[in-house]
């Protein structure tokens, strides 16, 4: 299974057929095993993955981390809140942390304003949250493993003194 599933990870466009070939599998085999992981959650979702300095819809996203401290429920902990801020569907991503804030955010707006505005408006005036702090992202060199920026230097050394 974790052999099919790195497999996935690193190309979700592989046939059943070049999977099995590569992990001397039957295809029936393969098939079964990719059921399994999806009707388990296992594999949640396949997706491309956008380069958002070539994508013109990408590229005038503006992008945000937040960074929140919140006041846990008691017999919720965080788990309550974060249920309601990962409904809004500005939120891209929403993680846990340890250090100084609790919960981190990834948000998509069209403009600064409309960051602004969802921050100011929706994140701060939940129940639980103390205090939120807002970073925007500029560019993005790697995400996911994934290289966005190409790099054409040439990178050899020169030989003379």
Same mark, same amino acid.
């Given at each position: ?12 466009? &592989?046939?059943?057929? +070049? ?20 009707? +388990? ?61 609790? &919960? ?9 304003? !409309? ?11 939940? +129940? ?14 790697? !995400?996911? +493993? ?12 020169? &030989?003379?003194?």
């Amino acid at each position: 299974m974790e052999e099919i599933l790195e497999l996935l990870r690193q190309n979700a466009r &592989l046939s059943v057929e +070049d999977i099995a070939a590569m992990t001397k599998k039957t295809s029936d085999e393969v098939r079964s095993i990719i059921r399994k992981l999806e009707d +388990d959650g296992v594999i949640l979702k396949y997706a491309a993955i956008i380069n958002p300095e070539k994508s013109k819809a990408s590229k005038d996203k503006v992008v945000a981390e937040i960074q929140i401290q919140v006041s846990p429920q008691r017999e919720h902990g965080f788990d309550a809140i974060a249920d309601r801020i990962y409904r809004f569907p500005q939120v891209k991503s929403l993680y846990l942390m340890s250090g100084g804030y609790d &919960l981190k955010v990834l948000i998509e707006g069209d403009n600064l304003k !409309e960051v602004a505005l969802f921050v100011s408006e929706k994140l701060s005036t939940l +129940d639980g949250v103390r205090s939120t702090k807002t970073n925007f992202v500029l560019k993005t060199y790697k !995400e996911n +493993d994934i290289v966005y920026v190409e790099d054409e230097r040439d990178r050899r050394e020169s &030989l003379q003194s």
